[in-house]
T-cell receptor
Framework: GAVVSQHPSRVICKSGTSVKIECRSLDFQATTMFWYRQFPKQSLMLMATSNEGSKATYEQGVEKDKFLINHASLTLSTLTVTSAHPEDSSFYIC??????????????????FGAGTRLSVL | AQSVTQLGSHVSVSEGALVLLRCNYSSSVPPYLFWYVQYPNQGLQLLLKYTTGATLVKGINGFEAEFKKSETSFHLTKPSAHMSDAAEYFCAVSDFTGNQFYFGTGTSLTVIP
């Protein structure tokens, strides 16, 4: 249990284009999803927290118009990097949390992470 | 806010030797504690976690960690290192809601043949 799928795993795009990254919880309902960014050789930086059906909460310094987050269902959140530039190149990782214990091995209030998306903007 | 300190950004051990990766946290309330491993160009894989109960937690790949409240530590150990253990390791802390995850800066483990 507790599988979070992130797609695509790697994307290369031209400067000025937009890129959408999907994060899905496959075997539980994710009331909350998180988006992180990781720079080379550094730790994860929380970008935003999204609750299903409501607007995302962005961390200080994260441009909400640049990084659009949608959490339209309990199993899917998307991050769209709009008008991407080379400085947006990074590793983006999502995580999902279930507030209610679903039984089995899925523990409530624990974040489960996707495998990440490597974005390269040329 | 909580903070997580991982002592040693780089650790090298010989194959077969003990692995010890250190993690200390600052929290007045017992937190949830995690260790994740990250292989190059991959996401985070959960090694083990402590939420409640027994303070010695066993995880995957032969790793274990012990929660010591008096020392505010959650060090990761493995009796015998394998070459495949070479990776980046992150310690993380969250409160009981899971809303906030605080990551350490990571420790890169090198295993010498």
């Amino acid at each position: 249990g507790a599988v979070v799928s992130q797609h695509p795993s790697r994307v290369i795009c031209k400067s000025g284009t937009s890129v959408k990254i999907e994060c899905r919880s496959l075997d539980f309902q994710a009331t909350t999803m998180f988006w992180y960014r990781q720079f080379p050789k550094q730790s994860l930086m929380l970008m935003a927290t999204s609750n299903e059906g409501s607007k995302a909460t962005y961390e200080q310094g994260v441009e909400k118009d640049k990084f659009l987050i949608n959490h339209a269902s309990l199993t899917l959140s998307t991050l769209t990097v709009t008008s991407a530039h080379p400085e947006d190149s990074s590793f983006y990782i999502c995580s999902a949390r279930d507030l209610v214990a679903s039984g089995g091995t899925i523990a409530k209030n624990i974040q489960y992470f996707g495998a990440g998306t490597r974005l390269s903007v040329l | 806010a909580q903070s997580v300190t991982q002592l040693g950004s780089h650790v090298s051990v010989s194959e077969g030797a003990l692995v010890l990766l250190r993690c200390n946290y600052s929290s007045s309330v017992p937190p949830y504690l995690f260790w994740y491993v990250q292989y190059p160009n991959q996401g985070l894989q959960l090694l083990l976690k402590y939420t409640t109960g027994a303070t010695l937690v066993k995880g995957i790949n032969g790793f274990e960690a012990e929660f010591k409240k008096s020392e505010t530590s959650f060090h990761l150990t493995k009796p015998s290192a394998h070459m495949s253990d070479a990776a980046e390791y992150f310690c993380a802390v969250s409160d009981f809601t899971g809303n906030q995850f605080y990551f350490g800066t990571g420790t890169s483990l090198t295993v010498i043949p």
